[in-house]
T-cell receptor
Protein backbone atom coordinates (compact mmCIF):
# COMPACT_ATOMS: atom_id res chain seq x y z
CA UNK A 1 0.00 0.00 0.00
CA UNK A 2 1.13 3.52 -0.72
CA UNK A 3 1.68 5.86 2.19
CA UNK A 4 2.48 9.54 2.44
CA UNK A 5 4.08 10.95 5.57
CA UNK A 6 4.30 14.56 6.65
CA UNK A 7 6.31 14.71 9.84
CA UNK A 8 5.67 18.39 10.62
CA UNK A 9 2.13 18.93 11.93
CA UNK A 10 2.79 22.67 12.29
CA UNK A 11 5.27 25.14 10.89
CA UNK A 12 5.62 28.87 11.11
CA UNK A 13 7.52 31.39 9.02
CA UNK A 14 8.11 35.09 9.13
CA UNK A 15 6.60 37.08 6.30
CA UNK A 16 9.04 37.42 3.36
CA UNK A 17 11.15 34.50 4.64
CA UNK A 18 11.52 31.01 3.18
CA UNK A 19 10.06 27.84 4.61
CA UNK A 20 10.37 24.18 3.60
CA UNK A 21 7.69 21.60 4.25
CA UNK A 22 8.72 17.94 4.29
CA UNK A 23 7.06 14.91 2.78
CA UNK A 24 8.13 11.32 2.31
CA UNK A 25 6.26 8.56 0.57
CA UNK A 26 6.43 4.86 0.14
CA UNK A 27 5.60 3.08 -3.10
CA UNK A 28 6.68 0.19 -5.26
CA UNK A 29 5.39 1.89 -8.41
CA UNK A 30 7.73 3.48 -10.92
CA UNK A 31 5.27 5.79 -12.64
CA UNK A 32 3.42 8.19 -10.40
CA UNK A 33 2.69 11.81 -9.61
CA UNK A 34 3.31 13.87 -6.52
CA UNK A 35 1.41 16.96 -5.51
CA UNK A 36 1.22 19.68 -2.94
CA UNK A 37 -2.28 20.94 -2.18
CA UNK A 38 -3.19 23.98 -0.13
CA UNK A 39 -6.32 24.21 2.01
CA UNK A 40 -6.91 27.72 3.39
CA UNK A 41 -9.31 28.02 6.33
CA UNK A 42 -12.90 27.46 5.17
CA UNK A 43 -11.88 27.58 1.54
CA UNK A 44 -11.42 25.16 -1.31
CA UNK A 45 -8.46 22.85 -1.57
CA UNK A 46 -6.33 23.97 -4.50
CA UNK A 47 -3.35 22.52 -6.28
CA UNK A 48 -0.06 24.29 -5.58
CA UNK A 49 2.40 22.25 -7.59
CA UNK A 50 2.81 18.83 -9.20
CA UNK A 51 5.74 16.62 -10.12
CA UNK A 52 5.85 13.68 -12.50
CA UNK A 53 8.09 10.94 -11.14
CA UNK A 54 9.79 10.37 -14.50
CA UNK A 55 11.00 13.98 -14.62
CA UNK A 56 14.31 14.66 -12.93
CA UNK A 57 13.87 18.41 -13.00
CA UNK A 58 12.20 19.85 -9.94
CA UNK A 59 8.90 21.60 -10.57
CA UNK A 60 8.58 25.33 -9.93
CA UNK A 61 5.54 27.58 -9.79
CA UNK A 62 6.41 31.19 -9.03
CA UNK A 63 7.39 31.29 -5.32
CA UNK A 64 6.76 27.57 -4.87
CA UNK A 65 9.32 24.91 -5.74
CA UNK A 66 9.91 21.30 -4.84
CA UNK A 67 12.94 19.19 -4.04
CA UNK A 68 12.14 15.78 -5.48
CA UNK A 69 14.52 13.01 -4.43
CA UNK A 70 13.17 9.86 -6.08
CA UNK A 71 15.63 7.41 -4.60
CA UNK A 72 15.01 8.74 -1.11
CA UNK A 73 11.25 9.00 -1.79
CA UNK A 74 11.27 12.55 -0.56
CA UNK A 75 9.23 15.46 -1.90
CA UNK A 76 9.62 18.73 -0.01
CA UNK A 77 7.94 22.06 -0.78
CA UNK A 78 9.82 25.34 -0.54
CA UNK A 79 7.89 28.57 -0.26
CA UNK A 80 9.99 31.64 -0.91
CA UNK A 81 9.11 35.22 0.07
CA UNK A 82 6.26 33.95 2.25
CA UNK A 83 3.08 35.99 2.25
CA UNK A 84 0.21 36.18 4.73
CA UNK A 85 -2.01 34.51 2.13
CA UNK A 86 0.20 31.44 2.20
CA UNK A 87 -1.16 30.54 5.63
CA UNK A 88 -3.04 27.28 5.20
CA UNK A 89 -2.94 23.55 5.70
CA UNK A 90 -0.64 21.99 3.13
CA UNK A 91 -1.12 18.41 2.04
CA UNK A 92 1.36 16.27 0.19
CA UNK A 93 -0.33 13.75 -2.09
CA UNK A 94 0.53 10.85 -4.37
CA UNK A 95 -1.24 9.25 -7.30
CA UNK A 96 -0.35 6.27 -9.44
CA UNK A 97 -0.18 7.07 -13.11
CA UNK A 98 -3.11 5.64 -15.06
CA UNK A 99 -5.04 4.58 -11.99
CA UNK A 100 -8.68 5.52 -11.51
CA UNK A 101 -8.15 5.60 -7.77
CA UNK A 102 -7.37 9.04 -6.65
CA UNK A 103 -4.86 10.72 -4.42
CA UNK A 104 -3.37 9.35 -1.26
CA UNK A 105 -2.86 12.24 1.13
CA UNK A 106 -0.47 12.89 3.96
CA UNK A 107 -1.73 14.15 7.31
CA UNK A 108 -1.01 17.78 6.49
CA UNK A 109 1.19 20.60 7.78
CA UNK A 110 -0.45 23.69 9.22
CA UNK A 111 1.58 26.70 8.08
CA UNK A 112 1.36 29.97 9.98
CA UNK A 113 2.82 33.14 8.47
CA UNK A 114 3.86 35.70 11.04
CA UNK A 115 3.67 39.39 10.10
CA UNK B 1 -12.05 28.92 -9.56
CA UNK B 2 -12.81 25.31 -10.46
CA UNK B 3 -16.34 24.49 -11.61
CA UNK B 4 -17.27 21.98 -8.97
CA UNK B 5 -20.03 22.67 -6.52
CA UNK B 6 -21.21 21.09 -3.32
CA UNK B 7 -24.46 21.71 -1.52
CA UNK B 8 -25.24 22.30 1.20
CA UNK B 9 -22.13 23.96 2.66
CA UNK B 10 -23.31 23.32 6.21
CA UNK B 11 -25.87 20.85 7.50
CA UNK B 12 -27.07 20.07 11.00
CA UNK B 13 -29.39 17.12 11.16
CA UNK B 14 -30.88 14.75 13.71
CA UNK B 15 -29.87 11.14 14.23
CA UNK B 16 -31.69 8.69 12.00
CA UNK B 17 -32.42 11.14 9.20
CA UNK B 18 -31.66 10.36 5.59
CA UNK B 19 -29.45 12.92 3.87
CA UNK B 20 -27.99 13.44 0.42
CA UNK B 21 -24.94 15.58 -0.17
CA UNK B 22 -24.87 17.00 -3.67
CA UNK B 23 -21.83 17.39 -5.90
CA UNK B 24 -21.80 18.67 -9.46
CA UNK B 25 -19.06 19.57 -11.89
CA UNK B 26 -19.22 21.27 -15.26
CA UNK B 27 -15.79 20.28 -16.50
CA UNK B 28 -16.83 17.00 -18.11
CA UNK B 29 -14.49 14.94 -15.95
CA UNK B 30 -15.10 11.20 -15.89
CA UNK B 31 -13.45 10.65 -12.51
CA UNK B 32 -15.13 11.87 -9.37
CA UNK B 33 -14.38 11.28 -5.70
CA UNK B 34 -15.71 11.70 -2.19
CA UNK B 35 -13.35 12.27 0.72
CA UNK B 36 -14.05 12.51 4.42
CA UNK B 37 -11.97 14.92 6.45
CA UNK B 38 -12.08 15.62 10.15
CA UNK B 39 -10.98 19.18 11.07
CA UNK B 40 -7.27 19.69 10.55
CA UNK B 41 -6.79 16.08 9.59
CA UNK B 42 -5.94 14.12 6.48
CA UNK B 43 -8.41 13.20 3.78
CA UNK B 44 -9.75 9.68 3.48
CA UNK B 45 -11.22 8.38 0.23
CA UNK B 46 -14.68 6.90 0.81
CA UNK B 47 -16.03 6.53 -2.76
CA UNK B 48 -14.92 7.06 -6.31
CA UNK B 49 -16.28 6.76 -9.81
CA UNK B 50 -14.50 6.56 -13.13
CA UNK B 51 -17.58 7.18 -15.25
CA UNK B 52 -21.32 6.89 -15.54
CA UNK B 53 -22.74 3.83 -13.78
CA UNK B 54 -19.39 2.97 -12.20
CA UNK B 55 -18.77 3.43 -8.48
CA UNK B 56 -16.27 1.90 -6.09
CA UNK B 57 -15.65 2.03 -2.37
CA UNK B 58 -12.50 3.76 -1.18
CA UNK B 59 -10.11 3.09 1.63
CA UNK B 60 -12.24 4.27 4.52
CA UNK B 61 -15.21 2.13 5.42
CA UNK B 62 -18.33 4.20 5.11
CA UNK B 63 -22.03 3.59 5.58
CA UNK B 64 -22.77 6.01 2.78
CA UNK B 65 -23.68 5.16 -0.79
CA UNK B 66 -23.14 7.00 -4.06
CA UNK B 67 -24.58 6.99 -7.54
CA UNK B 68 -23.36 8.24 -10.92
CA UNK B 69 -26.22 8.45 -13.34
CA UNK B 70 -24.87 11.52 -15.11
CA UNK B 71 -21.28 12.55 -15.73
CA UNK B 72 -21.66 15.85 -13.96
CA UNK B 73 -23.46 14.62 -10.84
CA UNK B 74 -22.13 12.43 -8.00
CA UNK B 75 -24.38 12.55 -4.92
CA UNK B 76 -23.58 10.87 -1.63
CA UNK B 77 -26.37 9.48 0.55
CA UNK B 78 -26.53 8.51 4.20
CA UNK B 79 -29.65 6.42 4.83
CA UNK B 80 -29.60 6.93 8.60
CA UNK B 81 -27.30 9.62 9.96
CA UNK B 82 -25.44 9.04 13.23
CA UNK B 83 -23.23 11.33 15.34
CA UNK B 84 -20.20 9.34 14.14
CA UNK B 85 -20.91 10.70 10.64
CA UNK B 86 -20.14 14.22 11.81
CA UNK B 87 -17.30 15.38 9.58
CA UNK B 88 -16.46 17.39 6.50
CA UNK B 89 -17.15 15.76 3.15
CA UNK B 90 -15.15 16.89 0.13
CA UNK B 91 -16.07 16.11 -3.45
CA UNK B 92 -13.49 16.22 -6.21
CA UNK B 93 -13.26 15.56 -9.92
CA UNK B 94 -10.27 14.78 -12.08
CA UNK B 95 -9.33 14.97 -15.74
CA UNK B 96 -6.72 12.29 -15.06
CA UNK B 97 -3.01 12.35 -14.29
CA UNK B 98 -3.76 12.52 -10.59
CA UNK B 99 -4.78 16.17 -10.49
CA UNK B 100 -8.00 16.90 -8.64
CA UNK B 101 -10.35 19.84 -8.44
CA UNK B 102 -12.17 20.13 -5.14
CA UNK B 103 -15.50 21.54 -4.11
CA UNK B 104 -15.83 23.75 -1.05
CA UNK B 105 -17.00 20.86 1.08
CA UNK B 106 -20.05 20.08 3.17
CA UNK B 107 -19.64 20.31 6.91
CA UNK B 108 -22.08 17.81 8.42
CA UNK B 109 -23.10 17.74 12.06
CA UNK B 110 -25.37 14.97 13.30
CA UNK B 111 -26.98 15.66 16.66
Amino acid sequence: AQTVTQSQPEMSVQEAETVTLSCTYDTSESDYYLFWYKQPPSRQMILVIRQEAYKQQNATENRFSVNFQKAAKSFSLKISDSQLGDAAMYFCAYAISGSARQLTFGSGTQLTVLP
Amino acid sequence: EADIYQTPRYLVIGTGKKITLECSQTMGHDKMYWYQQDPGMELHLIHYSYGVNSTEKGDLSSESTVSRIRTEHFPLTLESARPSHTSQYLCASSPGAGEAFFGQGTRLTVV
